[in-house]
């Protein structure tokens, strides 16, 4: 037999939600075939099956959370979902009672649990508890010696937590939720709603970012007129050859990756004592979603010509908002692009996406006056804000990086040569 583990399904993940079984006890499992759907801190990802078998056991039910490595099924050859079959209508009822206790706490119990068998013995001093229970404990101030557990041999879980600060009266809260921050009592007038796994993980890591990576900014006014006249042209030609079309963005992404290549020392990651400098250039770039943002990676933009941007850029924008982005389809950027042009936004500055040491955050093309050989002229003008981790880079460093991607948009034929 095989345990079927909750996965790492992204860089950032702790836990996952089981929300679909797409398999049920006793289904012929084929090695590549999706068998789950699991929700994780990024998005709603597919759970495929690793090898051949029958789905025997599943030990994880749909709704339920579990930290990452914890056994959520069982593959087999059939024969113990067979057995169980067999067995399930024998026992009286005080015998099957216990099941549903003893199937929900191995939801909670991380693969590196203490065997059940010996928790009993230490049952009488300090109390037993998964890592995921003390944490939410803390979060919620309970006190472990007050909670009775109803994992294996007494080990308090996560759901013994909750229920333990459901119960608590709610005036001991107040002084422990007393943060810098006001808080705002619920009311007819105050709708409460909750944070999903995404908004948590990027409170989390943005948080992390400005508190750790020095950020300083530098803004470029960057006259586009001529690139909006040869995407015209381009999409004109694109489509009779049957093309994808270009948008502005897919041009600021080539632009970005031809410039990193010139700037490699952009292209870096801090690493304590160390500088990470890579090779490739893998460019982020900002989706919203209902309920979140997420980045997918255009992996070796610097090989890829626009209309192969355009094309993948759209593929990988429609799977972010079906919930059905590939971990590796997020995992492995060097720098990120966040464009809200399309807002409206004329000028903003983005936080930068760990281990990355920049980003860059465009705005919307508007058309302003300028002076050109003593005359006024109407000018298509673009603001772009780069943000760096001034412990990998440079002010001098991002203003060279910065000129020479201003340069490629007001000369746009340089993009594709």
């Known amino acids: 037999m095989t345990e079927i583990q909750m996965p790492r399904l992204s860089d950032t993940m702790e836990e996952g939600v089981i929300s679909t079984w797409r398999k049920k006890v006793g289904d012929q499992v084929s090695r590549g075939e999706v068998i789950a759907e699991i929700e994780t801190d990024k998005a709603l990802m597919e759970l495929e099956a690793y090898d051949d078998g029958v789905l025997e056991k599943i030990l994880v039910e749909e709704g339920a959370t579990v930290p990452i490595g914890t056994p959520i099924g069982v593959l087999g050859d059939g024969s113990g979902a067979a057995a169980e079959a067999a067995s399930a209508p024998a026992p009286a009822a005080p015998a099957a009672e216990p099941a549903p206790a003893a199937e929900a706490p191995a939801a909670e119990a991380p693969a590196a649990a203490p065997a059940p068998a010996a928790a009993p013995a230490e049952q009488g001093s300090k109390p037993k508890a998964s890592p995921l229970a003390k944490a939410v404990a803390k979060e919620k101030g309970v ?39 006001p808080v705002v009592a619920a009311s007819e007038d105050v709708e409460e709603v909750p944070l999903n796994k995404i908004q948590k993980v990027s409170a989390k890591r943005l948080t992390e970012s400005k508190q750790q990576a020095p950020h300083f900014y530098l803004t470029s006014a960057i006259d586009v007129t001529e690139l909006m006249a040869f995407r015209g042209t381009l999409n004109e030609r694109l489509a009779a050859a049957g093309g994808p079309k270009v948008s502005v963005n897919d041009l600021v992404v080539k632009a970005v990756a031809t410039a990193l290549r010139a700037n490699p020392s952009v292209n870096v990651s801090f690493a304590g004592d160390k500088l990470l400098k890579h090779k490739r250039i893998n460019l982020g770039v900002a989706v919203a979603i209902e309920g979140g943002l997420v980045v997918p990676v255009v992996k070796d933009a610097d090989r890829k010509s626009v209309s192969e941007i355009a094309t993948e850029s759209r593929e990988l924008a429609g799977r972010a908002r079906e919930g059905k982005l590939k971990l590796d389809e997020m995992s492995g950027g060097t720098f990120s692009i966040s464009n ?10 983005a936080v930068i996406n760990p281990p990355e040491a920049a980003i860059l955050a465009v705005g919307a093309a508007r058309d302003e006056v300028q002076v050109r050989d003593g005359e006024f002229v109407a000018r298509k003008i673009l603001r772009v804000t780069l943000s760096a981790d001034h412990r990998a880079v440079d002010g001098a460093v991002g203003a060279a ?16 040569a």
Do not use: C, K, N, Y
């Open 340 to 349: 809200l042009g399309m807002f409206g936004i004329e000028q903003f500055s």
């Open 401 to 416: 990086f910065l000129q020479q991607f201003t340069a490629l948009l007001e000369d746009p034929i340089r993009i594709i």
């Open 143 to 181: 006190d472990l010696a007050t909670v009775q557990g109803t994992g294996p041999g007494g080990r308090i879980i996560r759901a013994d937590i909750e229920a333990a600060a459901a119960a608590a009266p709610s005036a001991p809260a107040a002084p422990a939720a007393a943060p810098a921050a």
